[in-house]
């Protein structure tokens, strides 16, 4: 599994953007970038994923850099309940999901 | 996104007794099953992975004879703690992956967890 590396937490007011980094600069060719989000007391939940090309779905964007070496995860309008925190893991279609530290987010008002 | 039922979402139980946790998959198969832990404050750690009809392979440092595991069906994991103990108390999460090897489908979600308390 590649390292990933992300900040220990961020900031950011209700409905402006959360921009959130990602590391992988050992990430390897067939190895996917993973994001997932857990909310305080509940089981981790699945946010997107993408390979080389930037994804977008109905809870957030992908921006994978062209080396691969870095993503951004962008939650367009982030709210309340998108206080968590953000893991970002980067392994093969048939392994299993390892979890580091992660980003904790913190939406204010 | 695909649904993963877990059961109970709280137990608490004397110290020697045994409890099971079940995991569900609802509208998917899931040939392979995950079972986390996770202290407070602290992030999950995988205990065991599992294939429908074979047995669980445990990460290094997980007593087997402890934490049984069952994956019967495709549909569902069963993990059992035996003979708990306080040191046991913990949040316990049940992952599935949908999909199969190569997918890029291949997408493991969620139960929304146990929290286990061993008196």
């Known amino acids: 599994d590649a390292k990933t590396t992300q900040p220990p937490s961020m900031d950011c007011a209700e409905g402006r953007a959360a921009n959130l980094p990602c590391n992988h600069s050992t990430i390897s060719g067939n190895e996917y970038v993973y994001w997932y989000r857990q909310i305080h007391s509940q089981g981790p939940q699945y946010i997107i994923h993408?390979?080389?090309n930037n994804e977008t779905n109905e809870m957030a964007s992908l921006i994978i850099t062209e080396d691969r070496k870095s993503s951004t995860l962008i939650l367009p309008h982030a709210t309340l309940r998108d206080t968590a925190v953000y893991y970002c893991i980067g392994i093969g279609t048939a392994s299993k999901l390892t979890f580091g530290t992660g980003t904790r987010l913190q939406v204010t008002l | 996104g695909a649904v993963v039922s877990q059961h109970p979402s709280w137990v608490i139980c004397k110290s020697g007794t045994s409890v099971k946790i079940e995991c569900r998959s609802l509208d998917f198969q899931a040939t392979t099953m995950f079972w986390y832990r996770q202290f407070p404050k602290q992030s999950l750690m995988l205990m065991a992975t599992s294939n429908e009809g074979s047995k669980a392979t445990y990460e290094q440092g997980v007593e087997k004879d402890k934490f049984l595991i069952n994956h019967a069906s495709l549909t569902l994991s069963t993990l059992t703690v035996t003979s708990a103990h306080p040191e046991d108390s913990s949040f316990y999460i049940c992952?599935?992956?949908?999909?199969?090897?190569?997918?890029?489908?291949?997408?493991?979600?969620f139960g929304a967890g146990t929290r286990l308390s061993v008196l």
């Open positions: 993408g390979l080389k």
């Open positions: 992952s599935a992956r949908s999909g199969t090897s190569g997918s890029a489908k291949n997408i493991q979600y």
